[in-house]
């Protein structure tokens, strides 16, 4: 026998044990990240570094969002400088294509970025959707509502699972292009939001950071769901401002954890 001798019903109390222990003691965080594309990962990776209690909720079987794919399904991705210092810290080779443009394997990438949030200590929730918030005095987003991602694509006639809710001190949209925890609070008429523009990366890489932040009380938007709150250009597949945006959400969030 080369293996050690363990029963089938050991196996299935591993996963459903340590499953739900994680899930009773993140039922709390300190910040939830909704959404695991580059930016969501970034933010994870930084603040989970900083010691914060941080969730990453996924509605896919894997992290990673736009990030494994460069742009039109070639997986070689694009960081406009000085986003490849991010690329550095997770240690991701990568070549200079012309002065100021970097070029990298999205599989590599994107990967490393995945184990740097792991291993900084964030937990993440995948096939996990995020559809609705909890509110607190002043409409403050004061945590998500989830159900597993499959229950929205049963037949309507078993789709009435309730679902569940997380409380956090602070939450981060990181869902990309659709803002999907803010429209949440734009269903209630509590947000308003612009639409992405029309493509022009020289603009929108900085103008997506530089709005980066707390977009309503208790909520930070970040990536490509700045550029849809806002109504700023989008830039296709170039990441620089992904992952500096995921950055300056963290920074965002210690200052109002600190407030709390
Ligand atoms: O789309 P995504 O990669 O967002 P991002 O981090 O980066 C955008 C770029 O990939 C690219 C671009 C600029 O370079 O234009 O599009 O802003 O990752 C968003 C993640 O959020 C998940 C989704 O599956 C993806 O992994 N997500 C979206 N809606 C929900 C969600 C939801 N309701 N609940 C949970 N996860």
Avoid at 127 to 146: P, W
Wanted: a negative charge; aromatic letters at 6%; charged letters at 25%.
């Amino acid at each position: 026998m080369i293996f050690e001798k363990v029963e089938e019903k050991d196996v299935t109390q591993a996963i459903v044990g340590e499953f739900s222990r994680m899930l009773s003691e993140y039922a709390e965080s300190d910040v939830i990240i909704v959404g695991g594309g580059p930016a969501g990962l970034t933010a994870a990776k930084e603040l989970a570094s900083k010691g914060v209690k941080t969730l990453i909720i996924e509605r896919n079987n894997y992290l990673g969002g736009g990030f494994w794919i460069g742009g039109y399904l070639m997986n070689k991705v694009t960081v406009r400088a000085p986003g490849e210092k991010v690329l550095d810290e997770i240690g991701v080779p990568y070549q200079e294509y012309v002065k100021g443009l970097y070029v990298t394997d999205g599989p590599h990438a994107c990967s490393k970025l995945i184990a740097a949030a792991c291993d900084a200590g964030a937990r993440i929730l995948n096939m996990t959707k995020v559809d609705d918030v909890v509110l607190r005095e002043g409409n403050r987003v004061a945590g998500v509502v989830i159900n597993w991602t499959p229950i929205s694509a049963l037949p309507r006639e078993i789709t009435c699972v309730d679902p569940v809710s997380l409380q956090a001190k602070v939450v981060i949209d990181a869902t990309g292009h659709d803002a999907e925890v803010v429209s949440a609070l734009v269903r209630r008429g509590l947000m308003k939001v612009r639409g992405y523009g029309a493509m022009w990366v020289e603009r929108s890489e900085d103008a997506v950071v530089e709005h980066t932040g707390e977009a309503h009380p208790g909520l930070i938007v970040a990536g490509m769901a700045v550029s849809t709150v806002y109504g700023l250009p989008r830039m296709g597949p170039t990441f620089g401002a992904m992952l500096l945006s995921g950055k300056r959400a963290a920074e965002v969030a210690l200052e109002m954890l600190e407030k709390e």
